[in-house]
């Protein structure tokens, strides 16, 4: 899909009245402001665009959101390691020096020992809180790749979203060119009595109305400049202002004819956010057993080999105690503490479901956007070639008495309305292709 051609101005009988035309639009371009041919940002029309993948790969080392899911996993990957402590017996060394009165007549005691301690069974808690914190550490896991699509998704958007603001000035420029042109040519049809004044004005009323929407279109480029910069971390000048190869359907690879949804929902059924969820809900419910092993009893076993002691007992090295602890009443706070955790265990079952229909809707949206957008970029390729026809039709009619200058005006505004309309639903397209394929769980 290439840019349009450039129309060609409306020409007058003679070369002198055809240089005086061309002085003429530029210093009328001067005096309403409209920048006549002057780029949005020069950095820009340099060549220092970037494309969307470019784009990404940037926002990757930018953007909180991956950076913090990093830090997320390296948390849930230490607090899995720590669990593993409840299976290795804990060693300690300590010494103590008692100093008694002397009328006590007893001696000064002292010892130093290394002490080992093993919980033997905890009710199974041991076992479920190391699968809770395993199913964590893989949430964490699929999460930073959830991450990465997330962000990949708002990029896309943003990319285009500048795009389509760029793309929309620039038709807002072309189309005050064709007025300043048609503000001339019937200025200088008046001064010989060809045309009315009346008909200069209305022309030089929607150049005034058309410098308005330059002036908007400008605030709108600079606000979507603005939120790509935030995304990417670079500059606003550098965001997208021109439609490369990449931007149309065959350079973004759009499978023709578009796909069935299946495999669309398919995909995102097994997506990393859904993953993440799923994998959250089975940590929830090995919560829950760890939070019932309360109620049973614990066993635990120690001992210590002594370097040194004094006393009566000067001449034992080592002791060991078994110790078994029943719980029997807690003032129903182990009860009440099951219950909340099988409480939260449901709430992340329901919150995968949820998760699961959204990436289902999300797909569905996304694909039913691309499969009619591209519908719609024929019949809009067709309406912008018969507007144009139309335009110069009436053009030239009217200079042989067969049109009025409302038609031609009416024609032009009709004309960079399509391609207005056109170059939107292109970029809309692009976005909600690269969001469709971020939806359905493809890695990036």
């Known amino acids: 899909m290439g840019r349009r051609r450039r129309l060609d101005r409306p020409q007058g009988p003679g070369k002198i009245e055809f240089l005086a035309r061309i002085v003429g639009v530029f210093a009328l371009a001067a005096v309403l402001g409209l920048g006549l041919g002057a780029p949005a940002t020069s950095a820009a029309e340099g060549g220092t665009t970037v494309t969307l993948q470019q784009a990404f790969q940037a926002a990757l080392g930018h953007h909180e959101s991956t950076q913090t899911a990093e830090d997320e996993l390296t948390q849930a990957r230490e607090r899995y390691n720590q669990g593993w402590a409840a299976f290795i017996p804990n060693l300690s060394a300590g010494g103590s020096y008692l100093l008694r009165d002397p009328n006590s007549r007893l001696d000064n005691a002292w010892s130093a020992q290394l002490t080992a301690t093993e919980t033997l069974f905890r009710g199974g808690a041991e076992y479920a809180g190391l699968n809770e914190l395993s199913s964590l550490r893989a949430s964490a896991e699929v999460s930073t790749l959830s991450a990465r699509q997330a962000l990949f998704s708002s990029v896309a958007q943003a990319h285009y979203a500048a795009l389509a603001a760029a793309l929309d000035l620039e038709n807002l420029r072309t189309l005050g060119e064709l007025t300043q042109a048609r503000v001339k040519e019937l200025l200088e049809r008046a001064r010989v009595g060809r045309s009315r004044d009346t008909e200069a004005a209305s022309a030089r009323a929607q150049a005034a109305a058309v410098q308005a929407q330059i002036r908007a279109a400008q605030a709108t480029l600079v606000q979507a400049q603005t939120a790509w910069a935030r995304l990417t971390g670079l500059p606003g000048d550098q965001a997208p202002l021109k439609a490369g190869e990449s931007d149309t359907i065959a350079g973004a690879r759009i499978p023709q004819p578009f796909p069935p949804l299946e495999p669309f929902l398919k995909g995102a059924a097994s997506?990393?956010?859904?993953?993440?969820?799923?994998?959250?809900?089975?940590?929830?419910?090995?919560?829950?057993?760890?939070?019932?092993?309360?109620?049973?009893?614990?066993?635990?076993?120690?001992?210590?080999?002594?370097?040194?002691?004094?006393?009566?007992?000067?001449?034992?090295?080592?002791?060991?105690?078994?110790?078994v602890s029943v719980p029997l009443f807690s003032g129903g706070a182990t009860s009440a503490h099951v219950r909340e955790v099988g409480a939260a265990a449901h709430e992340a079952?329901?919150?995968?479901?949820?998760?699961?229909?959204?990436?289902d809707q999300q797909v569905r949206t996304l694909y039913e956007l691309v499969r009619s957008g591209i519908e719609q970029t024929d019949n809009l390729e067709t309406s912008v070639k018969l507007s144009e026809e139309a335009y110069k039709g009436l053009a030239k009619d009217y200079r042989l008495g067969l049109a009025t200058n409302l038609d031609v005006l009416q024609a032009m505004n009709a004309l960079e309305d399509a391609r207005r309309t056109l170059d939107r639903t292109r970029c809309q397209i692009m976005a909600a292709w690269y969001q469709l394929q971020s939806a359905s769980g493809q890695t990036l």
Do not use: F, M
């Not at 092993?293 to 002791?319: E, F, K, Q, V």
């Not at 079952?349 to 990436?359: F, K």
């Open 349 to 359: 079952e329901l919150r995968a479901t949820g998760v699961q229909r959204d990436a």
């Open 271 to 323: 997506r990393a956010d859904v993953e993440a969820a799923q994998k959250a809900a089975d940590a929830a419910s090995s919560a829950r057993s760890v939070a019932v092993a309360g109620h049973l009893p614990t066993i635990a076993a120690s001992g210590n080999w002594y370097l040194d002691r004094s006393g009566a007992l000067d001449n034992g090295r080592w002791d060991a105690t078994l110790t």
